[in-house]
Structure formats: structure tokens, C-alpha cells
Nanobody, 122 residues
Framework: LQLVESGGGLVQLGGSLTLSCVVS????????ITWFRQAPGKEREGISL????????YYRDSVRGRFTISRDVAKETFYLQMNSLKPEDTAVYYC????????????????WGQGTQVTVST
């Protein structure tokens, strides 16, 4: 699989941004697609996950209610809609594909995009 993210940028406190992840190279029914982020000096953190076969979605507490993961099947593109952004959301955001199941552990994921920077200014 190949994953390519886009959509990052600079946004003000309380603003919104939508990230995209185009996935190619194979069927996705047996995968989960997860958005991770990594802030400077911190570990990579899984924040939002979709179990593709079920369209099931999961969120970490830090983003629940503010972020939404979705999918455009025709475009094979996954989105992360981010609202009410805070300075602590500043990070490089990655999408990743891994085997079926809910896991926030980066080591479980074998396919990664290149990352896109999100910076929230005050």
C-alpha cells in the first residue's frame, strides 16, 4: 500500500483544517486506517482510527468531539476533519494502514504516509 497525506498548514487557535490521505495499491477491507501525530520531543500518538470493513470509527479522548475521520470510497481517500484546534494539536500528522483491529500502537502499522505538518498559532 501507498499512502499520501496532504492538507496540513498553519491555522489559528480555534480554527479548522481537513487532512487527506490517499491510499493506493490494494484492497482495504482487511485494514484499519489510523491517523497518528507526533509533536516535537514526543512519541507518535494514534488519535483516530477507522476499521474499513465496518466503517467503524474510534477516537482518543484528546480529540473526541473535535476531530472526525471519514472516507470517500470512490476516491479511496480518508479524511481527518479537525475543528476547534488548540496549540497542543501542533504536530506532524501521519496516516497509516495496519491489520484489522483497534490498536493505537504505531509498531502495529506497516504502511505509512510521509506526514504533513499542522501548526496551531495563538
Amino acid at each position: 500500500l501507498q499512502l499520501v497525506e496532504s492538507g496540513g498548514g498553519l491555522v489559528q487557535l480555534g480554527g479548522s483544517l481537513t487532512l487527506s490521505c490517499v491510499v493506493s495499491g490494494g484492497p482495504l477491507d482487511d485494514y484499519v486506517i489510523t491517523w497518528f501525530r507526533q509533536a516535537p520531543g514526543k512519541e507518535r500518538e494514534g488519535i483516530s482510527l477507522m476499521i474499513v470493513r465496518e466503517n467503524g470509527t474510534y477516537y482518543r479522548d484528546s480529540v473526541r468531539g473535535r476531530f472526525t475521520i471519514s472516507r470517500d470510497v470512490a476516491k479511496e481517500t480518508f479524511y481527518l476533519q479537525m475543528n476547534s484546534l488548540k496549540p497542543e494539536d501542533t504536530a506532524v500528522y501521519y496516516c497509516a494502514a495496519g491489520p484489522w483491529g483497534v490498536s493505537w500502537q504505531a509498531r502495529q502499522y506497516g504502511f505509512w504516509g510521509q506526514g504533513t505538518q499542522v501548526t496551531v498559532s495563538t
